[in-house]
C-alpha cells in the first residue's frame, strides 16, 4: 500500500478513482503541455537549484518548528509542536508552489500567471512571485472575499497584480475558480493559470504536491532533531488539501496517526459548511473527480466558513484516495471553535494564527486531550493572521 | 437553399412549457438536429450568455427526471434528432451507463458531453455504441492529428468541431486556420458538425460548402431572449430564426 501511495498518480492523474482530468478538448491540449513542461523542469538541475536558493533566500525556508509549551500546558495533554509556515515570506505555504509555478510559467515562455483565491493568501503568493520572476498576474476573486480580505486585495494590487472582482454564483472561492478557468480557456496560449490547491485538473493535484511537500520532509527532520523521535499525529486543515498534502506526504509510509481538518461552518446544514470529506460523496467538479458536496442532482451545493480559504465544495484528489484507503481521519471543527483557537493561540503563544490554520489548532487541542501527555502532535500553521484581524475584531471582539 | 443546421437550446429555460415551444420552433424551421442542454451550474466551456440561462433553469427546478421527461414529450411531437448535452458532472454523479440508458430510453439520438473526452469517459463511448446511441465527441484547432485518429476509432457517427478556442459565444472569424482544421477533419468519413460563435447566414453557408452543419447556441438563446422580452410567438420567433439561416 505504502509503495502505492507514494507511485500516485498514474499517468492519467488518477489517484485511485479520484483526480483525472474531466476537461473540454481544447484544455486537455494545454494541460498535456503543462504536464510535459513540468516533467522536464522537475528533472532539470537548474529548476531544482533555483528553486532551492528562492526556497531559502526568499521564501526564508526552512520554516521552524516550535514547541508550543504554554498551549500544551493550557490544553493538558499531548505535546504541541508548530511547523511555522506562517513565518514564511507573505505569511503562508502558498508562497512554496507559487514560486514553482511562477517558475515553470517562465520557463513555458508564458506571459501572464492567473488565479483564483478565496482569502487572497493565494493571490497574494502568486502576485509575489509574479513580481519576483517578472510576469503580469490577474487574480480572480468573488466580491463576497473582497470585503472581507481587504488587507489581501491591497498587497496584490501594491504588487501589481490585477484583482478581477467576480459576482457571478455565490461570489466566492468556486466561482473564481469558475471566471479564472473561463479567462485561461480564452487565451491558453500567453497565460499560465497557477491553481491555488492540490485541485484541478491532472498534473495540478500532483505539480502543486510536489512543490508542498518540502513542509513535511523539512518538518520530519526537524522534529527528529528536537525530540529524538517521530511524532504521534499530524494535524492539518483541508481547504483544497495543499498545506496539508505538504505535511502530511513526507509521512504517508510512517507509524504516525494522520489527521485533516475540514470546516464545519455553523453548522452541518446544507449551505452552512465546507465538510466535504465529511459528508460530501464522489463528484466531478472544476475538471477532476473527488468527494463533493452537491445535491441529487450532481449540482454543487453552496458552501461555507468563516476562514474564505476552506469554503469550496471540492476537495484534492489524492485526500478522497487518502480517506478511502483510511490512512488519513477527516475530522471538522466549526466556526466558534476556529475563532476560540484563534484567540487562544494568540494569547498564549504571541501567534496570530490564519482562521483557516484556526482549524488545525482547534481540533489539534481537542486531540492533545485525548492523546494524554505522553504523545505528540505536529501541526501545520499555515498561515499568520493578520488578514483576519479586521473581520475578528468586528464579529467577534475579545471578552476582556 | 437548405442549410444543416444544430440548433442549441436549454432544457426547462426559461420554462418547460416555454421551452416545448422553442422546440417545436426550430424544428418547424428546419434545424436538422436539435442540441438541448441539461444545465449544470459551472458550465465550464459556455459564455455568459448560456451560463446565464443554465442558472435560471436550475432555479426554475431543473432535474435530469424533468430533463428526460422533457425529450420523451418532445420526441412524441417532432422527427428532428435530439442530442443531449450536458457536462460530466451530473453524469457521473448517476454513473454513466444509467445516463446513457436514460437519454436513450428518453428517444434521444445521442448525447455530447464536452468533458467526457475519448480515453477519460468512463466508458461512454463503449456503452452508447452497445445502446445505439450517438455521442459525438468534441475536438479543437488545437487536437493533434494523432489524437484526432484516437477519437475516430471509436467509431462516431459525428464529431463536434468546436472552431477557436475559449468559450461559446462571441462571434468567430473563420479564418485560414480553422478552415484548414475543418479540411483535415474532413477527410474523414465522419460527418462534421463545427460550432463556436456562428451566428450569421455567411458563415452557415461557408461551413456548408465545406459539407459541415452549423452548430448555433447563443444566438438563438439571444433570439429566445428578445421574443420573451417583447411578448411575441415564441414557436413562430424560434421557427423565423432558424428559417432565415437554413
Ligand atoms: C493560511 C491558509 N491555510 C490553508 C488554506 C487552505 O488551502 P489548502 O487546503 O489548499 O491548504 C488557505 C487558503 O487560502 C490559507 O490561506
Known sequence: MAEQINNMPNEQGYFGEYGGSYIPPQLQVIMDEITESYNEIKNDPAFIEELKYLRKHYIGRPSPIFYAESLTKQVGGAKIYLKREDLNHTGAHKINHCVGEALLAKRMGKKKIIAETGAGQHGVALATAAALVGLECDIYMGIVDIEKEHPNVARMQVLGATVVPVTRGTQTLKDAVDAAFEAYLKDPVTQLYAIGSVVGPHPFPMMVRDFQEIVGIEAKEQFQEMTGAGPDALVACIGGGSNAIGLFTAFLEDDVDIYGVEPAGKSFKEGEHAATLTLGKPGVLHGFACYLLQDDEGQPLPVYSIASGLDYPGVGPQHSYLKDIERVQYKTANDSEAVEAFYTLSRVEGIIPALESAHAVAYAMKLAKELGPDKSILLNLSGRGDKDIDYILANYPPED | ?246
Open chain 2, 1 to 246: 437553399m437548405n442549410y444543416s443546421i444544430m440548433s442549441h437550446m436549454i432544457a426547462s429555460y426559461p420554462d418547460e412549457r416555454t421551452a416545448m415551444q422553442v422546440a417545436k420552433g426550430l424544428s418547424r424551421g428546419g434545424a436538422s438536429y436539435l442540441e438541448i442542454q441539461f444545465p449544470f451550474s459551472d458550465p465550464t466551456a459556455d459564455g455568459p450568455v448560456i451560463q446565464e440561462a443554465c442558472t435560471k433553469a436550475i432555479e426554475n427546478g431543473f432535474t435530469l427526471d424533468r430533463g428526460f421527461t422533457f425529450i420523451t414529450e418532445l420526441m412524441k411531437i417532432i422527427d428532428t434528432p435530439v442530442y443531449i448535452m450536458t457536462y460530466a458532472a451530473p453524469v457521473v454523479y448517476i454513473g454513466v451507463a444509467e445516463y446513457l440508458r436514460r437519454a436513450k430510453a428518453s428517444g434521444a439520438a445521442g448525447c455530447i458531453i464536452p468533458d467526457l473526452p475519448v480515453g477519460s469517459d468512463e466508458g461512454m463511448y463503449q456503452i452508447s455504441s452497445e445502446l445505439g446511441l450517438d455521442c459525438v465527441p468534441v475536438i479543437a484547432p488545437n487536437t493533434s492529428i494523432a489524437r484526432l485518429q484516437e477519437i475516430l476509432n471509436v467509431g462516431p457517427k459525428h464529431i463536434y468541431a468546436a472552431l477557436r478556442a475559449g468559450i461559446t459565444g462571441t462571434k468567430t472569424e473563420l479564418t485560414e486556420d480553422s478552415l484548414s482544421f475543418l479540411a483535415e477533419v474532413l477527410k474523414y468519413e465522419v460527418k462534421v458538425l463545427g460550432g463556436f460563435g456562428i451566428r450569421t447566414r455567411e458563415q452557415v453557408s461557408a461551413l456548408d460548402e465545406r459539407g459541415v452543419a452549423s452548430v448555433i447556441g447563443s444566438y438563438f438563446v439571444e433570439r429566445l431572449e428578445s421574443l420573451i422580452e417583447t411578448d411575441a410567438d415564441i414557436e413562430q420567433g424560434m421557427s423565423d430564426a432558424i428559417s432565415s439561416l437554413v
